[in-house]
Structure formats: C-alpha cells, structure tokens
C-alpha cells in the first residue's frame, strides 16, 4: 500500500479533550484523527489512525506497518520516555518516522527530555498541539515523494 500511513497514538492518548487540557488543550482524540486524515486525503495518503494504551498492541501495529504502510507518523505518549522495545520495533520497520507531541516535552519535567522514539525518527514536531500531526502528514508526504524519485 504504497499511500498508506500509519499514525499510532500511545497511552492515554484517548483522552485527550479532558486530560490536563492547559497542557493538552480541549482537542479531542476524533479530532485530531479528522484534520490528519483530512489532511492524508489532501496529500493524496490515506492515514490509518489508530490508538492503543497497550505497548505490545502498539509494537504489533509497527512490524505490520513493514507490509502495510509506506510510513508511520507516531505519538508514543509516555512510552516515547521508556520503551526500547518500540524502537526496536521502529528501527525493524525500516520505513520514514515522524515522531509528534502535542505538548513541548522539553518545557516540561526532565523525565520527558529523553526519546526513545527520536533515534528512528527522521523528524519530530512537538509544541504545536494537534496541528503537529498536520504538519507530520505534510512532511510525511514530501518524504514519501521523494523516496519514489
Ligand atoms: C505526549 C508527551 C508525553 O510526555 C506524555 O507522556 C504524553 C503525551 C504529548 O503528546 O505531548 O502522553 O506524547
């Protein structure tokens, strides 16, 4: 599936619109899956919006993203700070990653300084609320079209 991206959501992820919205605002989890795959579709991607609070689940999705996706946009939510066992998973798919966070992790405690996520990521965004998954399915498209020349 050439146009398909997969964006995995991590760990409480789903609720997002009620938890800590001065740090996460009031934008819900549906919300943010309309404008990225409104934007998937402008980009002419179809984005596979998913979320799971399980880190097994979310490992699974990524080596199924090796036949399925040609790219993995992901919000790792706390396991961004704590699994090796995701980015093993990454560094195995071998496809382009764009790492997101809603908030700005390096304005907050120094746990959340640290990614195990980046080292496989081509780029990460992180700051700019649910727009930062638009951005990724922007930036996801242009790596994506260079890759096929
Ligand atoms: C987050 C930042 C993480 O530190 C946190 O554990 C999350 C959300 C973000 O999108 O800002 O769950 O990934």
């Given amino acids: 599936?050439?146009?398909?991206?997969?964006?995995?959501?991590?760990?409480?992820?789903?609720l997002l619109g009620t938890r800590e919205p001065e740090i996460y605002g009031r934008?819900?989890?549906d919300d943010v899956k309309a404008a990225t795959t409104a934007q998937a579709k402008a980009r002419g991607l179809a984005a596979d919006f998913r979320q799971s609070n399980d880190e097994g689940e979310l490992v699974e999705w990524i080596q199924d993203a090796r036949a399925s996706a040609?790219?993995?946009i992901i919000n790792a939510g706390a396991y961004t700070h704590t699994s090796v066992a995701i980015l093993d998973a990454l560094?195995?798919?071998?496809?382009?990653?764009?790492?997101?966070?809603?908030?700005?992790?390096y304005k907050r405690e120094s746990f959340r300084h640290h990614s195990y996520v980046s080292p496989a990521a081509t780029g990460v965004i992180c700051g700019l609320g649910a727009q930062g998954y638009v951005l990724a399915v922007d930036a996801?498209?242009?790596?994506?079209?260079?890759?096929?020349?």
């Fill in 70 to 72: 040609a790219g993995i």
């Fill in 1 to 14: 599936m050439p146009n398909a991206i997969l964006v995995i959501n991590g760990p409480n992820l789903n």
């Fill in 91 to 105: 560094q195995a798919c071998g496809k382009p990653v764009i790492e997101v966070h809603l908030s700005n992790i």
């Fill in 27 to 29: 934008t819900t989890l």
């Fill in 140 to 149: 996801m498209a242009d790596l994506l079209s260079k890759v096929k020349t």
